[in-house]
């Protein structure tokens, strides 16, 4: 056990550990540090992979209620066994953060498990279980992610108020689920529950759902989630939570204020958005810049006001999502080497893992709007996507927006079956400045649901061929 390196990174989230792994690649010695006791962060442990792991097995049990007797399929009574569907999860997320504890081993990190605190600029202590150790290093990764956010008057015990961590864990399905937000979290862990049987209400401050995502999108969505019988209130807030006879008796008020309404349920789930984490890190004491939402600010190469003090991830700036944290921690070892990385924070894709799926890149409509960019648009509907129709997943569409003078592509948004995955190819034509008929003439495989993106390409144009 050494008690120096070159870099110590704390957080083993994925900012963390891919920090990490990278900087070992660049022949950097490193420590990767995190007090959860197992690696991976909230993305392994409590966030992206549990609740899809969750989201993909109830999708089956719906799609078996639904869909198989259309396609002549027959089986016995279905039913859901809770315990072994959180077996399964466990079973993937207990996979997985050995896996992370691997490769930090190849990249020849130290993985300590134990809460760091920052000391001096070069000087980090790490209290584990077996006492606590100093250690010094030329550069140090603030990589300690983020948490949930607190709602006050509805304190969440995990129990019956439960943020998204008990809404992966609830031991048996609940009759009446209400949810506080009416974003990524509620929407899919909504749909988890409503699919095994809950009865889902949504209630969301603002006056749609996904805010951020393009409002064409977001309102297909609400329709096909209200279809499905997600009951949504928008324009409302929970003020408070009582206990009833019968459960919890929610307060819900108008976000413009108004008269309150109560809302019975079982099970309250609060997700209102999530915080940056940066609790006993030690960042005033050594005077570590941060704003006025907690985040640590840097400048464009994630070096903040304190020299050899860097940060990554949720706890600074922009998208707190996964993918955004592995590009900043590749580019972070990247500056710290001596190189060049990047971030283009123009083609960092966000997928919503409903069903339909939700995925879009770059900007929406609503963004050009307001930036004045004259655009082109040209849609699909997945109703006349061949493969679609064989699936039966017609839900849905794609939009690609184009410069209007120049056709390079500003923004990709869909919402239909398996969009998350095809997304990609969009953030691809991002990344390399396609214009839309770049796609329109890059030939797809027959019959894929692809083909839908290369449609709403040619329709930029006028040119659909298959509606
Ligand atoms: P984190 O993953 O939060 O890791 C930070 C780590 O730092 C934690 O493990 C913590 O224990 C550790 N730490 C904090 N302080 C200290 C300290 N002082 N000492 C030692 N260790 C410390 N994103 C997606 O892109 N796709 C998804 O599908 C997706 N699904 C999600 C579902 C849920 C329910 C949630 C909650 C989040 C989801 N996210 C998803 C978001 C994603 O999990 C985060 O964006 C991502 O984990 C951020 O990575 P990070 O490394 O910055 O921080
Ligand atoms: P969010 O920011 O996506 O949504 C929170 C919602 O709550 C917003 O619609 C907001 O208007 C609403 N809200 C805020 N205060 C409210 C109040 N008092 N009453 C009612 N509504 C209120 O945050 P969420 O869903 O908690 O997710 C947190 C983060 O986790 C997100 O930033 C997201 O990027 C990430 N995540 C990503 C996933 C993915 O990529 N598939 C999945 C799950 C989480």
Known sequence: MADSFDVIVIGGGPGGYNCAIRLGQLGLSTACIDKRGSFGGTCLNIGCIPSKALLHASEMYEEAKTHFPKMGITTGALGVDLPTMMAHKDKVVGELTKGVEFLLKKAKSEAIVGEAKIIAPGKVSVKTKDGTRELTTKHIVIATGSDVAPLPGVPVDEKTIVSSTGALAL???????????????????????????????????????????????????????????IAFKLGMKVTGVAKGKTGLIASVEPAKGGAAEKIEADVILVAIGRRPFTDNLGLDEVGVKRDQRGRVVTDDHYQTNVKGIWAIGDVREGAMLAHKAEDEAVACAERIAGKAGHVNYDAIPSVIYTYPEVAGVGKSEEDLKAAGIAYKVGKFPFTANARAKANLTTDGFVKILADAKTDRVLGVHMIGPDVGNMIGEASLGLEFSAAAEDIARTCHAHPTLTEALRQAAMAVDGWTMQM
């Open 171 to 229: 031991p048996t399905v609940p009759k009446r689920l209400l949810v506080v937000g009416g974003g990524v979290i509620g929407l899919e862990l909504g749909s988890v529950w409503r699919r095994l049987g809950a009865q889902v209400t949504v209630v969301e401050f603002l006056d749609r759902i996904i805010p951020g995502t393009d409002l064409e999108v977001a309102k297909t969505f609400q329709r096909i989630l209200e279809k499905q019988g």
